[in-house]
């Protein structure tokens, strides 16, 4: 019983650094060949969103909105492919998951 214990402590210690390193680390997603860039946390907040200037028309403001949720989307995936390969070997020897964490 004392084995499992430490072994649960070890492992809720190695999640606890795993979701720090993910809060900590930054991905880029980008759209419109680079005219929109998002950048997000490994643990997907935005963080940043860069927009040169040739992708602001006014007259075309649904473009803009596009090209800035692709950029989400793609940084956004990105962040969540990180948080699988990360999370991914903590969380499978508890049964495929932790409730409410998302992978």
Known sequence: MQQLLK?????????????????EAKVNGTAGGGLVEATVTGSGEL?????APAAV??????????????AVR???????KMQAERM????????????GLPF
């Open 7 to 23: 072994q649960a402590q070890k492992m809720q210690q190695e999640l606890a650094k795993a979701q720090q390193e993910l809060a």
């Open 47 to 51: 963080v940043a969103l860069t927009i």
């Open 57 to 70: 028309d006014p007259e075309d403001t649904e473009t803009l909105a596009d090209l800035i949720l692709a």
């Open 74 to 80: 793609d940084a956004t995936q990105a962040a969540q």
């Open 88 to 99: 991914g070997p903590l969380t499978q020897g508890m049964g495929g998951g932790i409730p």
